[in-house]
């Protein structure tokens, strides 16, 4: 995260910020002195929320929000690399997962921090089942920790419902740039996330749930995950992806196919439809 580039991009939509925030001139200065990175959306949530002095209800439930989901891929993939049951095929793999760990770890803190400096209540951590079972432990996800090949169908669907989930709550953020923008970052993090997990499952020999060909993104409302008993609620993670309109314009026809024009775009998910994904692996 830039910070510096935040601080221009305030000052040019909100020419009076420098002025509201003149008594803390040494905090901006001094920012890049800060011991660890992780107290830095702390230090920016804090200072923000005193320089405007107030804390728009929409953004502190969509930031708590998106904590909530990037919790579940962190402990999703924290479990996997840490379970004896689940066998990755190559250390290249198991190296990728741990990447990808990693990140959903940096963004739950940077989340975590930003709301505590705003001064705002954490979500609750949940309980997860990540069989997909509601609690009972035995959904239809049950292997997804002893079968590599379902592991990765879960990852995608995680993955990919991730980045429509950021894209549905842009909007609820636009009051706060320097939010909007770190957002935004988390955003681009998780679609190469999907890409990548797309890309292991492409080329895992012998995979028997990939319908179709594997691209780094979606193509129609194609899961390219099939026979599976979890089809129908894998499905709900792109269903309305096969929009080939964009802002009225129709983006189909000439040299550009329909399949073409639904993989230009991810179409958001709003917070009704993220839910109804994610409640199978949240328990209570």
Do not use: C
Not at 83 to 99: E, K, M, N, Y
Not at 172 to 200: F, G, P
Not at 252 to 265: L, P, R
Request: without cysteine; proline residues 4%; charged residues 20%.
């Amino acid at each position: 995260m830039n910070l510096q580039n935040i601080f221009n991009d305030i000052q040019a939509a909100d020419p009076e910020f420098s002025e509201r925030i003149s008594p803390r001139r040494n905090v901006i200065k001094n920012m890049a002195r800060v011991a660890s990175m992780a107290a830095v959306p702390l230090a920016l949530g804090s200072l923000l929320k005193k320089a405007y002095g107030k804390n728009t209800g929409i953004i502190d439930e969509t930031l708590n929000f998106a904590l909530r989901l990037e919790r579940l891929e962190f402990r999703f993939y924290e479990l996997a690399l840490n379970t004896v049951t689940l066998q990755f095929p190559t250390q290249a793999a198991r190296d990728a997962i741990t990447v990808i760990r990693n990140h959903e770890q940096a963004h739950v803190t940077f989340l975590e921090n930003t709301i505590n400096g705003m001064g705002v209540p954490l979500a609750p951590i949940d309980t997860y089942d990540f069989t997909g079972g509601n609690g009972a432990n035995n959904g239809p996800f049950a292997q997804a920790f002893s079968n590599y090949a379902l592991f990765l169908a879960v990852a995608q669907v995680f993955e990919d419902t991730g980045v429509r989930a950021y894209k549905g709550q842009a909007g609820n953020l636009m009051s706060n740039d320097a939010i909007l923008t770190a957002a935004l970052q988390i955003h681009s993090v998780e679609a190469r996330h999907a890409a990548h997990i797309r890309y292991m499952r492409r080329n895992l020999s012998g995979a028997n749930l990939v319908e179709g060909d594997i691209k780094p993104w979606i193509t129609g409302n194609q899961s390219n995950i099939a026979n599976n008993p979890g089809s129908a609620a894998i499905q709900r993670t792109y269903n309305g992806e096969d929009l080939a309109t964009q802002a009225t314009v129709a983006i189909a026809g000439g040299e550009i196919s329909v399949n073409e024009a639904t993989e230009a775009f991810d179409e958001p998910l709003d917070k009704t439809a993220i839910l109804t994904i994610v409640d199978p692996f949240i328990v209570g």
